[in-house]
């Protein structure tokens, strides 16, 4: 069964410098979505994109954050300049339609900011 | 506002006994709900949703307008259903998902 994958599965770095989350989506789905979450917290949403381009996005996901679809298979999160409160598990999702269907997650990626 | 509240942070009970995962919501329209579960060092995925009105692995949810819960239940709590379970709603804006704070439920032996 096809799965989302996410590179790193961790990410170690330091204040102030700029990281790059990969997600590979499930080949035919159109609408991708990162969430996060903070150790103990909820699950939150960030943003969802679709057609090349952003749909929707929290407040959370201010000016330091970017997503790309760089080609037909990649899906990025970039945080410009990493903040210790950006410490997260951050989730890629996908899914092939919008309307009430399931978001396949990936296994997420820890980062971790010092 | 739009709001997903679980209550318990943890239910622990013991294998073969009724379990019943609370889910409360917030939402002005008309909602699509879902129950996601997380293994231990899996990813989450679909339970159900309320919608397919079905039943997997012996779970349940009925969604409750009146009462706004969409509420987990399975009669016989098995030790592999152990694992974080995560209500979710989807409002119908944009397609993304709001979810709870998570019950995470320790079945015993």
């Known amino acids: 069964e096809p799965e989302v994958t996410q590179t790193p599965s961790h990410q170690v770095t330091q204040m102030g410098q700029e990281v790059i989350l990969r997600c590979v989506p499930i080949?035919?789905?159109?609408?991708f979505y990162w969430y996060r979450q903070i150790l103990g917290q909820k699950v939150e949403f960030l943003v969802s994109?679709?057609?090349?381009?952003?749909?929707?996005k929290s407040e959370i996901f201010d000016d330091q954050f970017s997503v790309e679809r760089p080609d037909g298979s990649n899906f990025t999160l970039k945080i410009r300049s990493t903040k210790l409160e950006d410490s997260a598990m951050y989730f890629c999702?996908?899914?092939?339609?919008?309307?009430?269907?399931?978001?396949?997650f990936g296994p997420g990626t820890r980062l971790t900011v010092t | 506002a739009q709001r997903v509240t679980q209550p318990e942070k943890l239910l622990s009970v013991f294998k073969g006994a009724p379990v019943e995962l609370k889910c409360n919501y917030s939402?002005?329209?008309?909602?699509?709900l879902f129950w996601y579960v997380q293994y231990s060092r899996q990813r989450l995925q679909l339970l159900l949703r309320?919608?397919s009105r079905e039943s997997i692995k012996g779970f349940t949810a009925d969604l409750n307008k009146g009462e706004t819960s969409f509420h987990l239940k399975k009669p016989f709590a098995q030790e592999e259903d152990s694992a974080m379970y995560y209500c979710?709603?989807?409002?119908?804006?944009?397609?993304?998902?709001?979810f709870g704070q998570g019950t995470e439920l320790s079945v015993k032996p």
């Open positions: 999702a996908s899914t092939r339609t919008v309307v009430g269907y399931e978001q396949y």
């Open positions: 080949s035919n789905h159109l609408y």
């Open positions: 994109f679709y057609n090349n381009e952003i749909s929707e």
């Open positions: 939402y002005s329209g008309s909602p699509e």
């Open positions: 309320h919608i």
């Open positions: 979710a709603l989807y409002p119908n804006q944009g397609g993304k998902l709001i």
